[in-house]
Each structure stands twice: as structure tokens, then as C-alpha cells.
């Protein structure tokens, strides 16, 4: 088989000399290779040339389109800005370590009124077709110690151009770029969804959905490495195959750890350092603010008429390592404030021993005393993964900045997870650590309903995948109402342990009213049967004989409060900010829990089924229970809404990982 790597350069690397150029005209700064050109200019800050040997990958500027990757924010006291306008710059040019010639442009930029900067850099190395990026927000004032929240950072390849045909998120989850006939045709059904499927003839609508919406190709962190766009060659100047692909070669800037998810490529491929999508949280602007984000990588690649998405795709991946081009990284970090290089890290390693049947075991590293879903507090927060050898319990993590860290171990299959906090990561740390992971455990497990895996996808309309379509995609990823809950489940949930499936009778979603607003379907909310959902079970003699104390665990995947992804914020005028949650045994009821506002996200009406994941005990007499059939009762607030600016369903909700009844 000729190798991926030997298809994407094979018509890119065919010069004699290599040679590395960073030049400057009077309108632009220019990085230059063999294989690649791009120019920033330098009245916006923007990339306003980029090509590929012949291939112009943005074309012409034009409004917010034709450009990239360029840096904006949702951080300024109006909204958004994408600096540049006012900006400084630095021209780099020098050799690596390993002889390689470098050039590099970084724009500098301040937002004159509040006193914050924002920074972008672009380096290009000799014999590479990509540029390595680093961002950096900083912000000093006094008389305004508390700016705002740093909504979104992000920077985005945003071409202007009929190359790109092809949309890939992750390798499972790619669709044909719907046509612009299929756009003009289309129907806001939601914020940031349009219904397509008028348009019949589109290879989108045909493939992978009648619906388009950007969150379809949002991807988990964990195990992400690539996504971007691809060329199939048909609109190309030469007739071969393009990609333009956003790396993930370093994570240890991002927030929210392995279970952040984000978006990633709608027809810009993005780069997501900051934002609030399904409920992540965002670091706060204060005085004193200095984070450098990166360094990530964009690759352009090109192969012949016959090479695939997955091909090039693959050859993108191949970079999606922390220790690639490291010898480089240490060689630039004289130019990128806050970066550490080598010589400030260390690998670690350590020993995990497993609770048995374990699966998918996962070592998370992140800020100390605090939950890595919410490691936004500490602006020098950092954090690693890796998963666990299940078989030996060894991990190890390489290229770790020295410091002091919380462990946080989790795994498909077992409730809970494991903690330990002041984890010292150093050089002079020679032999593995060792640490035990006992399960929790609240007595003899009955019964349990879903995999405790972080997700909502066991349930129905979760991973299960869409049949109807040629591309399959996983069914969570649509439009939500597509999946009409009164259809399904017309007598609402009612599982009954041991003979009930979670594929089939146990929504991914639970409603507290079936949504009318933001719905292509049902233009008035549905009320029967939706927020009460009933858990059936039996009990023996031999079960209950001894037993003193029930303990039901309900874990979740995602809950959406009236605050949606706007956790932080008081809303006095809204009722549900937080959410009471009830569990009756018998008609009698156990315990109200108070969801609180702050693990609220916009979760499964954007197409999730992993966001903030937590859970509660609920812990009760047996006297509660009886010899037979007995019944949990699971109820949300009747009609629990909350009122929404954008054409969105106001419509509390919540989504389960896994429940778990035992007895002691």
C-alpha cells in the first residue's frame, strides 16, 4: 500500500532547494516555503493570502470570508472583536535546534478604552506545509479590576472559495458542504439550524441530513485529534485533492478537560480555545489576566485526483502528538510569553490500580482542588490526558509542565470517580506513582439502568445511527426535533427493569415539557405524560430481608437550567435558574434535589450528549419499598420554562448517564 504520508506530498515536495522566506512588503508580513505562502495584512492582522503551491486556498477578501486563520474574541465590553486594526508587529526569522529555518509574524493589538491585548502568532517552518499557532489574552487595569468573562476566543481558516466540498469533524462524522442553492432554499427552524430538505437534489441532504446545523460537527475532546475541510478535486485549479486541517498536536490550554466538547468546522475551520458551547465554562477578565493559548497547528495538504478524505485526513492526524516538533517549540519560546519549554516539563507516570471490569480507563491532570470540568478559576490552569492500560493500570503523559495537579481518574462502566489532589509533576520524580481506585459503593447493587460512561448516548436517539441516510451519522447529532417525543413515547417513559431496553425506552432527553417554540413539527408545547418518568422494578424477600438503607444514584450527562450556557450568571427574574429534581418511591417522595445553576449548558438542543457530569445519592429507608413491584417516580418541574432571546426552545431539561439502585 503506498504510505498517506507519500500520497499527500508526493506532488507538494518537488523542489531541489528548500528554503525559508519572512519577508515584509508596505501591506503585508510574509511567510514563505517551498510548498506554502501565506501573508498577514497589515491593516487588518488578518491571513489574506494563503496558497498551497498554485492553489489559493481563501480566494478574495470579502467582508469576514477570504481569510484565515485570523484571531477574534468575545471579549471586549461591546461583544466581539477581531483586532488588527490598530495593531504592532514582530517579523521573526531564525533555525531551530535540528537546523531548521523558521519564520514567524506576531500581531499585537489593544483595545485602547478597557486596556486588554490580544496577540497572534504564525510560525512556518522549512518543509512544512502548515503554520503553528499560539494566542495570547492579556488584560491590566486597575480602576476595572473585573472586565466581563472571556466568552470566546477562537481563530478560524475562513475561505471565500468553491474549493472545499467536503466537511470532516472527526472520522466517523464528514458530509458534502451543502450548495449555496440548498442555503437560499433553506428554513430557520432554530438558532443556527436550517431545514434543507427541500432541497432534494443537494449531496448534503442526500448523504447526511435534512437539517444543517454547525453543533453536527461539534466533537468530544478526548479523543480528538483532526477536523477541517476537504477538496475532492472537482472545483480545484489542477484537478488534485486539498485539505485544511486544525491539529490538536497540544490540549493543555483548552478548558474542561477530555469531556469538553466544542465545535470545529462548518465551512470555517475553527479553533476553539474559549467558549460556552453546551454549558463549558469561561475564565473571567481580570486585572492581571496574562494566558498564552497553544501552540495548535493548521496543515495544508494536497494529494492527486484519486486520494480521499480519510487519506489526507490521516496525514493531518500523524501531527496530533505533544511531542512533535517539541526540539522547534523550545526553540520559539523566546518569542511566546508564558510558554514552557523542555527544560520546565516532565512525563508522567504512573501505576492506576482498576476496579474490575473497568473499561476505557482515563488519566486526567488539571488545576489542583477543583473539578476539571470547571478549571477555568486559576489563569494558569493546564491540563493532560491519557488513557490507562486496562490490562496493567500503567498511563503515562509526556511533555507535563512541573507543578502540583489534582488526578482524576474515570471509567466506562464504574460510577464515581477517582481523586487525588497535590500530584507533584517533576524531573526529580524518577519511579512511576502508585494509587488505588476503589469504586464507590452504597451496598448490593440491584439493578442499573444505562453504562456509567459520561454520556447520554446509550439511550434513544443517542449514538444509534441515523438508518435513513447513506452517511449514517450518529442520531444525537440532529436536529432535535426531529425525534418527536410524543411519537415515541405516547404513553410517556416507563422502563421496567429487566425487560425494558435503553435503546429503545429511555429517551436521551428528559423534558419537562416537549418544546412548541424553535420546533419544525409541533408549533404548541406538549404537556402529557413528559416530566414524570417511572422506573419500574421487583424486589424479593432476600433482598430486602437485613436491609436498612436504599441508595438510588442518578448520574448525569447534562442539565440545562433557565441560565443555558450563561452559568455563572443571576437571573433573579427567572424561576428555574435552578432546577428542583424528585424521586418518589411508592407515591411517596424521597428527595427534592436542587440543581444548581452553575453545571447548566445548552446540551441536547445542540446536539450533545456529553456536557457537565455530576450526580446525587438519594438515600431513604426501605421502609419505603416493598416485597414485588415497586416504582421510583422521576419528575421534573410541569412546564419549567425559561425565556430565551434567540429562537430557541425555553424548555428546562436534563440527560442521564447512568442510574443505579442498592441496597445495605
Known amino acids: 500500500m503506498v504510505s498517506l504520508k507519500g500520497l499527500a506530498f508526493a506532488i507538494l515536495f518537488s523542489t531541489a532547494t528548500a528554503f525559508l522566506n519572512a519577508t515584509q512588503t508596505s501591506s503585508q508580513y510574509i511567510l514563505q516555503n517551498d510548498d506554502l505562502y501565506m501573508a498577514v495584512g497589515k491593516s487588518s492582522g ?87 499557532m499560539f494566542s495570547r489574552v492579556t488584560y491590566f487595569n486597575q480602576r476595572t479590576p473585573f472586565l466581563r468573562g472571556l466568552g470566546e476566543l477562537r481563530t478560524l481558516f475562513r475561505p471565500n472559495t468553491p474549493l472545499w466540498t467536503h466537511l470532516s469533524g472527526s472520522d466517523g462524522n464528514w458530509a458534502p458542504i451543502p450548495s449555496a442553492d440548498a442555503n437560499r432554499r433553506g428554513i430557520v427552524v432554530q438558532d443556527a439550524t436550517t431545514y434543507l430538505g427541500n432541497a432534494t437534489s443537494d449531496a448534503y441532504v442526500q448523504q447526511y441530513s435534512n437539517y444543517f446545523t454547525k453543533y453536527s460537527f461539534a466533537e468530544l475532546w478526548r479523543d480528538h485529534d483532526v477536523h477541517g475541510q476537504y477538496s475532492d478535486g472537482s472545483t480545484s485549479s489542477d484537478g488534485n ?22 465545535l470545529v468546522v462548518d465551512g470555517i475551520v475553527y479553533n476553539y480555545m474559549v467558549s460556552g458551547h453546551h454549558g463549558a465554562p469561561t475564565p473571567n477578565i481580570t486585572h492581571g489576566f496574562d494566558r498564552t493559548f497553544g501552540p495548535q497547528y493548521y496543515h495544508f495538504n494536497k494529494g492527486g ?55 476505557r480507563p482515563i488519566a486526567v491532570l488539571a488545576e489542583n482542588k477543583q473539578d476539571f470540568q470547571l478549571n477555568v478559576f486559576n489563569q494558569t490552569s493546564l491540563q493532560y490526558w491519557a488513557d490507562i492500560d486496562p490490562a496493567t493500570g500503567a498511563v503515562e503523559i509526556p511533555r ?108 436521551y432527553i428528559h423534558w419537562s415539557v416537549f418544546p412548541g417554540p424553535a420546533n419544525f413539527f409541533r408549533a404548541q408545547p406538549y404537556y402529557e405524560k413528559v416530566n414524570n418518568w417511572t422506573v419500574q422494578f421487583n424486589l424479593t424477600g432476600d433482598q430486602l430481608a437485613g436491609a436498612g438503607t436504599a441508595t438510588l444514584t442518578v448520574d448525569l450527562a447534562g442539565v440545562k437550567t433557565a441560565n443555558g450556557n450563561d452559568k455563572w450568571a443571576s437571573l433573579p427574574n427567572e424561576k428555574y435558574s ?59 418541574p410541569f412546564n419549567a420554562t425559561n425565556t430565551e432571546t434567540a429562537l430557541l426552545p425555553g424548555t428546562i431539561y436534563l440527560q442521564y448517564d447512568a442510574l443505579r439502585f442498592e441496597l445495605s
Open 400 to 507: 507535563v509542565k512541573e507543578g502540583v495537579y489534582r488526578l482524576t481518574v474515570y471509567a466506562d462502566g464504574i460510577f464515581g470517580w477517582f481523586i487525588q489532589d497535590d500530584v507533584k509533576i517533576s524531573k526529580t520524580t524518577t519511579n512511576p506513582l502508585q494509587f488505588q481506585w476503589k469504586p464507590e459503593s452504597a451496598g448490593k447493587e440491584i439493578w442499573r439502568i444505562g453504562t456509567p460512561d459520561k454520556s447520554a448516548g446509550e439511550y434513544k436517539h443517542g449514538y444509534a445511527p441515523d438508518t435513513s441516510k447513506p452517511l449514517q451519522p450518529e442520531q444525537y447529532r440532529a436536529y432535535w426535533a426531529n425525534w418527536d417525543f410524543p411519537s415515541d413515547f405516547p404513553n410517556g417513559v416507563n422502563f421496567k427493569v429487566g425487560q425494558s431496553k435503553e435503546a429503545d425506552d429511555f429517551n
Open 46 to 132: 488578518q491571513v489574506v493570502e494563503l496558497r498551497l503551491g498554485k492553489e489559493n486556498l481563501l480566494s478574495t477578501s470579502s467582508g469576514s470570508a477570504g481569510k484565515g486563520p485570523y484571531l477574534d474574541c468575545s471579549c471586549v465590553p461591546s461583544g466581539f472583536w477581531a483586532p488588527g486594526a490598530t495593531a504592532k508587529y514582530q517579523l521573526i526569522k531564525g533555525v531551530d535546534s535540528t537546523g531548521v529555518p523558521y519564520g514567524g509574524v506576531v500581531m499585537q493589538d489593544t483595545y485602547s478604552s478597557t486596556n486588554q491585548t490580544l496577540e497572534q502568532y504564525w510560525f512556518l517552518r522549512e518543509g512544512e506545509t502548515g503554520l503553528h
Open 305 to 359: 485526483p484519486k486520494t480521499t478524505l480519510a487519506e489526507l485526513r490521516t496525514d493531518a492526524a500523524q501531527y496530533a502528538n505533544p511531542e512533535w516538533d517539541s526540539e522547534f517549540y523550545d526553540s520559539i519560546a523566546q518569542y511566546v510569553p508564558n510558554y514552557a519549554p523542555s527544560s520546565k516539563r516532565a512525563t508522567f507516570k504512573a501505576t492506576v490500580e482498576l476496579p474490575e471490569s473497568a473499561k
Open 578 to 636: 435552578t432546577v428542583p429534581y424528585t424521586v418518589a418511591a411508592n407515591g411517596r417522595d424521597v428527595e427534592t434535589w436542587i440543581i444548581p445553576s452553575y453545571r447548566s449548558g445548552s446540551c441536547g438542543v445542540r446536539s450533545s450528549v456529553v456536557c457537565q457530569n455530576f450526580g446525587k445519592k438519594f438515600v431513604f429507608s426501605t421502609d419505603l419499598l416493598k416485597e414485588g413491584v415497586n416504582e421510583f417516580v422521576l419528575s421534573l
Open 241 to 262: 485533492t486539498y485539505g485544511a486541517w486544525l491539529v490538536h498536536n497540544t490540549r493543555e490550554t483548552y478548558y474542561g478537560g477530555p469531556l469538553h466538547s466544542d
